[in-house]
T-cell receptor, first 113, second 114 residues
Framework: DGGITQSPKYLFRKEGQNVTLSCEQN?????MYWYRQDPGQGLRLIYY???????QKGDIAEGYSVSREKKESFPLTVTSAQKNPTAFYLC????????????FGPGTRLTVL | QQQVKQSPQSLIVQKGGISIINCAYE??????FPWYQQFPGKGPALLIA?????SEKKEGRFTISFNKSAKQFSLHIMDSQPGDSATYFC?????????????FGTGTRLQVFP
């Protein structure tokens, strides 16, 4: 059963704590992405990776960090430096090219109290 | 910073009616314009996409129209159904730091009433 999974679905953290969101895919895709979704602002790209051990900043990378040690995994850490971390986070993957379909996970809703 | 302007922000349509969502872009790396559909609490999924060799693409009740000179493209949903109620995102490719990426619009929340 191929797909992209994110865990957990809901996450609560206290202000000042770092938190890591999981993203795993078994589609054998080279490219993986992290987006943040806020009401009225669409999908904004945080980080993306086109190959293992390499990743680039997106439009809103400040306060976030990622790693890509394995092809199937692309975890996102929301650090205490992120000023407004409460949001819906979406992970996606695609074969490689920008014109390849991006497959999204179900998302993680992070709430910082 | 490249933007994709999407309108309207929300849309209410009666069952059987036509839903129209518009997007405008500034510049693109190449012609590839996808539309994604997102149901509440789920991740978006590709609905339909258009590539450079055509100005219109139809798949069932969904049609993309593309106007290259005006830098605009739109999604038309014919015979709208309550099951079409979702948020729709357009996207356009751009090149930043030598890498092509998709830039998404701000989304349109469509509600179809019986």
């Amino acid at each position: 059963d191929g797909g992209i999974t994110q865990s957990p679905k809901y996450l609560f953290r206290k202000e000042g704590q770092n938190v890591t969101l999981s993203c795993e895919q078994n589609l054998n895709h080279d490219a993986m992405y992290w987006y943040r979704q806020d009401p009225g602002q669409g999908l904004r790209l945080i980080y993306y990776s086109q190959i293992v051990n390499d990743f680039q900043k997106g439009d809103i990378a400040e306060g976030y960090s990622v790693s890509r040690e394995k092809k199937e995994s692309f975890p996102l850490t929301v650090t205490s430096a992120q000023k407004n971390p409460t949001a819906f986070y979406l992970c996606a993957s695609s074969l490689a090219d920008t014109t390849d379909t991006q497959y999204f996970g179900p998302g993680t809703r992070l709430t910082v109290l | 910073q490249q933007q994709v302007k999407q309108s309207p922000q929300s849309l209410i349509v009666q069952k059987g009616g036509i839903s129209i969502i518009n997007c405008a872009y500034e510049n693109t790396a190449f012609d590839y314009f996808p539309w994604y559909q997102q149901f509440p609490g789920k991740g978006p999924a590709l609905l339909i996409a258009i590539r450079p060799d055509v100005s219109e693409k139809k798949e069932g009740r969904f049609t993309i129209s593309f106007n290259k000179s005006a830098k605009q493209f739109s999604l038309h949903i014919m015979d709208s159904q309550p099951g079409d109620s979702a948020t729709y995102f357009c996207a356009a490719p751009t090149t930043r730091r030598g890498t092509d990426k998709l830039i998404f619009g701000t989304g349109t929340r469509l509600q179809v009433f019986p």
